[in-house]
DNA sequence: ACCTTACCAGAAAGCGCTTTCTGAAAGCGC
DNA sequence: GCGCTTTCAGAAAGCGCTTTCTGGTAAGGT
């Protein structure tokens, strides 16, 4: 046997290529060597609460009081059976564990369209940094915006008996997958389970996390009326999310305060893509151009950042722009962009919260109503005229 | 009973304030209809197999196999079984599964050092993918960069019997904590666990995802030196890590081939304020001015385009910047960031496709090692007096 | 000294499922 | 028509743990 033999092969199967230029892939192989002192015991598929209960000479049930502490034992046999779970190296079966208690199990499940971005990633290192604080192990689900994805999730975390179930993000704009999630969601609440939501009107009715999206649409309206602007155009998502509906419908609002009317409203991608291609759009359409443009996420602001730039556009002398949610991104770019500020860790701090604090059937739901802030940055400047 | 009533309040605890301004928080309640057509049965705690096989008028092995399509079932029973199934509702339970099956459960465990840093989202996105695809549900774990987190979410994913263990990023300057950390790892991958780990040079050998940090970076050198260039300067991360030691002997190596001694190596924090740090003590820094700066990560070349633009310094007229990993944002910033390009969703797919082939223990780890590609953009380009 | 009370270890009954094992019924060749 | 294999449903044995329930022993009251 060529056991030693440093065998080198190329990678098979290499999906897609590299994002620049192809890139070399190299397998190689190295043999583990057997760490002399680890070797104490025959490696059994898993060490169980009965061997510890024998290697300490006491009964399984002791065994599981002493470790758990779930009621008193003996000083002399607790010592003798913490000392051989940890010679024998056991861990729990946690699975073992939540069939057998009624406490079930301590994970989470946490549902969102994708972790690469940074909307998501914000909001979900909120919920990882509680989840940890409570020793709960997260669930991730990225659906990739494939709704019958969505919906597999949901009852996979409901097999796994997740304690709660969150989901973040605006729904889909098919309402029949709205209903089937519903149907889903549905009978899990009714047995008890925990779900909230961020950002997402439902028509069951679940805990949930709600940026202000309207008002903090208005105010951004204000400001940027103040700063002296009269026409503006929307870079706007998919119409059928509340989300873009609300933030449209608000910054109208804010607009018609002032007497004025939204001239264009251009709908693109939920993406840097479809804010780029968007604004691209708006700049091919005719008649007067925009003084100022507001991209209802910040993820499409920026790409419709990168299209203004490479059409010449200069941001703010030519064109103002300005986006919604904050994410880390739009204070690197320049001009850094003005956004309607959410406070995205503590959005997920809360949801996570939220959900775990009661049964969501319990009759009511809570509504956590999240105020935006303006925030006024370097995107953002008088009108090109004035 | 006041019912009805909506009833407000502030939430009580808020951790931490807004980033940009305090913002308000408001908590609402609202009563939850019950959907007329869903009362269909009582919501016992649980739908179990029992129900579903006597509602089918079956045994419960039948149900089971019928549901799971393990053996033959005459095809009328296996309707029936089907429809009870749906009827009630029923969902399996994932851990009384796992317990009765060899099999083990679906999950694979994930454990990174931030969500929100976006090298680890690129890679956590192609885990989450690659999983996706398999019907496994990942865990995430998210260390906050504390050791004693990590050791701890190791065995809560042993406990959880996840198929595979997945580490990303490099591990603790601390040799203790390694060492506990191999200890813990070490058990679970002799009882045939998978383990896999992305950038990470470990005591113990574990399949390995392992971007070709030296080559990558010897590579940037040489374009930087094709430039012009001729003093640098590195702004280098905590030299305990191998990606911080790597990256820099291989920029060394790139400069020492074309006869050229780097000159100065500033250490800051792995983070964009690290980098923000680095790059103003370099400028505080007496002597002359070095003509490139390489960072060693992208996120940390972020801060320090920031801390080069807040001193006034032009880039890439004064100055060139560079960074390593080419991270979405740097296509954002202006001027866009050169840097080495590494396939961060195809390392997330391949590191989890490497746990799962074969048990870690088998004798022999892989490495599989990732080229990285020089992507020379706009914060390069010749220095100053030429 | 006798009986009650308290304390705590062990036996055993599940938790909800998979999977052998057993056996009945049906299909086949002679 | 008889023994043969083949097909497939049901009974039952766990998977590893928690948690009653039971019972033995020591302490306290009279």
Redesign the pocket.
Same mark, same amino acid.
């Given at each position: 046997m060529t056991a030693r033999s440093h065998g080198q092969e190329v990678v098979p199967k290499f999906r897609g290529p590299a994002t620049t230029a192809p890139l070399g892939v190299e397998l190689s192989e190295r043999e583990t060597p057997v760490h002399p002192d680890t070797r104490r015991r025959a490696p059994a598929?898993?060490v169980?609460?009965?061997a510890v209960a024998r290697e300490a000479g006491?009964?399984?049930?002791?065994a599981?009081?002493a470790? *758990?502490g779930? &009621?008193?034992?003996?000083d002399d046999?607790r010592g003798r059976v913490r000392a051989a779970a940890d010679l024998l190296g056991y861990i729990? *079966?946690a699975h &073992?564990?939540a069939?057998?208690?009624?406490?079930g199990n301590r994970t989470v499940g946490l549902i969102c369209h994708d972790v690469g971005d940074p909307y998501f990633a914000g909001i979900a290192g909120g919920v990882m940094r509680a989840a940890a604080e409570q020793d709960l192990l997260v669930m991730l689900a990225s659906t990739f915006r494939e709704p019958a994805r969505e919906i597999a999730y949901v009852s996979m975390l409901r097999a796994q008996r997740a304690r709660a179930i969150l989901l973040i993000g605006s729904g889909f704009q098919d309402r029949a997958w709205e209903r089937a999630m519903d149907a889903e969601l549905e009978p899990y609440v009714r047995a008890g389970g925990r779900v909230a939501v961020v950002s997402r009107h439902r028509s069951m009715r679940v805990d949930t996390v709600q940026p202000e999206n309207r008002a903090g649409a208005a105010a951004l309206a204000a400001s940027l009326v103040a700063l002296g602007h009269r026409e503006f155009a929307v870079l706007s998502g998919p119409p059928e999310l509340t989300t873009v509906a609300d933030r449209l419908a608000g910054f109208r609002e804010g607009l018609a305060r002032a007497g004025i009317t939204l001239e264009r409203v251009v709908r693109g991608a939920f993406t840097r893509e479809g804010g780029h291609a968007a604004a691209r759009q708006l700049l091919a359409s005719g008649g007067s151009r925009p003084t100022c443009v507001f991209a209802v996420t910040d993820v499409m602001a920026v790409g419709a950042l990168a299209a203004l730039r490479e059409a010449g556009v200069r941001v703010p002398e030519d064109m103002s722009l300005a986006g919604f949610d904050d994410i880390p991104v739009v204070r690197e770019v320049s001009p850094p962009l003005t956004t309607v500020a959410l406070p995205l860790t503590e959005m997920g701090e809360q949801v996570i919260a939220l959900a775990l604090r009661t049964p969501s059937g319990a009759g009511r739901s809570r509504v956590l109503r999240i105020e935006g802030n303006v925030v006024l940055r370097g995107s953002t400047g008088a009108p090109p005229g004035s």
């Open positions: 598929a898993h169980t609460l009965d006491v009964s399984l049930a002791t599981s009081r470790l *758990n779930t &009621a008193r034992v003996r046999l729990p *079966n &073992a564990q069939l057998a208690s009624p406490e």
